[in-house]
T-cell receptor, first 115, second 114 residues
Framework: AQKVTQAQTEISVVEKEDVTLDCVYE???????LFWYKQPPSGELVFLIR??????QNEISGRYSWNFQKSTSSFNFTITASQVVDSAVYFC????????????FGKGTRLHILP | EAQVTQNPRYLITVTGKKLTVTCSQN?????MSWYRQDPGLGLRQIYY???????DKGDVPEGYKVSRKEKRNFPLILESPSPNQTSLYFC?????????????FGPGTRLTVT
């Protein structure tokens, strides 16, 4: 069975602080994709990143970085020098490569960046 | 502009009155899907379609129907809505070819059933 756990339901940090959103997944598949999506207060879902299970290199995009560790089944997301515009709900998701009809979402982490 | 559109964006209806939420994409995507989002539950898949005339149940299909007669459209039908179907609904599509890559989501439809 596949499962994505985002243990942090809600996080509040003061602007300019760094914050890490945790994502732990379970899958019996050896090959899979991992995703992060952002849902700002306006409600739309915005794709942030896709990672395949072959590639454990960390990725950085501006203030965003992702740490993929297969050994701990984690795919954590860090925002450096947070800004108010980062306030949103963030979802982690998993798709087995051999079940391309299925994407499993975590329940999301609501992030508040306080000015 | 590449996009997924949903209509209506907001809908308030009464129990038992049939409704359809439309979804259309202009990216020639083969894969399309419907999700509902509820507080504390994240996104749950209702139905998905791998191609025209091919649809399958997701995790929470009860009370919903879909059809895929054309590649670009994937309407969600509630034959007899009930209050427990009050939710935020998202349609999504994914690029052609194998596997799900990033899914493109519509803007969402907030449905209230009284």
């Amino acid at each position: 069975a596949q499962k994505v756990t985002q243990a942090q339901t809600e996080i509040s940090v003061v602007e300019k602080e760094d914050v890490t959103l945790d994502c732990v997944y379970e899958t019996r598949d050896t090959t899979y994709y991992l995703f992060w999506y952002k849902q700002p207060p306006s409600g739309e879902l915005v794709f942030l990143i896709r990672r395949n299970s072959f590639d454990e290199q960390n990725e950085i995009s501006g203030r965003y970085s992702w740490n993929f560790q297969k050994s701990t089944s984690s795919f954590n997301f860090t925002i450096t020098a947070s800004q108010v515009v980062d306030s949103a709900v963030y979802f982690c998701a998993l798709t087995p490569m051999n079940r391309d009809d299925k994407i499993i979402f975590g329940k999301g982490t609501r992030l508040h960046i306080l000015p | 502009e590449a996009q997924v559109t949903q209509n209506p964006r907001y809908l308030i209806t009464v129990t038992g009155k049939k409704l359809t939420v439309t979804c259309s994409q202009n990216m020639n995507h083969e894969y399309m899907s419907w999700y509902r989002q509820d507080p504390g539950l994240g996104l749950r898949q209702i139905y998905y379609s791998m191609n025209v005339e091919v649809t399958d149940k997701g995790d929470v299909p009860e009370g919903y129907k879909v059809s895929r007669k054309e590649k670009r459209n994937f309407p969600l039908i509630l034959e007899s809505p009930s209050p427990n179907q009050t939710s935020l609904y998202f349609c999504a599509s994914s690029r052609p070819g194998t596997g799900i890559y990033e899914q493109y989501f519509g803007p969402g439809t907030r449905l209230t059933v009284t």
